[in-house]
């Protein structure tokens, strides 16, 4: 199991950047491929971005892609997903998951989540 601690979210202008971070623990990290999936109020929970085990290999939703980069380290059990030219359409809660991919479909491998953190992109 691995229990996920997101954080970094907060209050920004539109155009601008922020990083999240999500730390993870148990043994097994390096054996997940790990995504981003977030929730804006009132919609269903979206995938955003994963990244393979290795890290080497990225995928991103076609809303962020060129604009959010998705990495990992895992000598310190966290991922990260830098955001670039933020837009207020990016405003939810972001939650990381170990992930895997069904039919196309990028769903959560453990069925765990963290706590989430809010990214407000104001115009």
């Known amino acids: 199991q691995v229990h996920l601690v997101e954080s970094g979210g907060g209050l920004v202008q539109a155009g601008g950047s922020l990083r999240l971070s999500c730390a993870a623990s148990?043994?097994?990290?390096?054996?997940?491929?790990m995504g981003w999936f977030r929730q804006a109020p009132g919609k269903e929970r979206e995938f955003v971005s994963a990244?393979?085990?290795?890290?080497?290999?990225?995928y991103y939703a076609d809303s962020v892609k060129g604009r959010f980069t998705i990495s990992r380290d895992n000598a310190k059990n966290t991922v990260y997903l830098q955001m670039n030219s933020l837009k207020p359409e990016d405003t939810a809660v972001y939650y990381c998951?170990?992930?895997?991919?069904?039919?196309?479909?990028?769903?959560?491998?453990?069925?765990?989540w963290g706590q989430g953190t809010l990214v407000t992109v104001s115009s």
């Open positions: 990244v393979s085990s290795s890290g080497i290999s990225p």
């Open positions: 148990g043994r097994t990290f390096s054996s997940y491929t």
């Open positions: 998951a170990a992930v895997t991919r069904r039919w196309g479909t990028w769903t959560n491998a453990l069925d765990a």
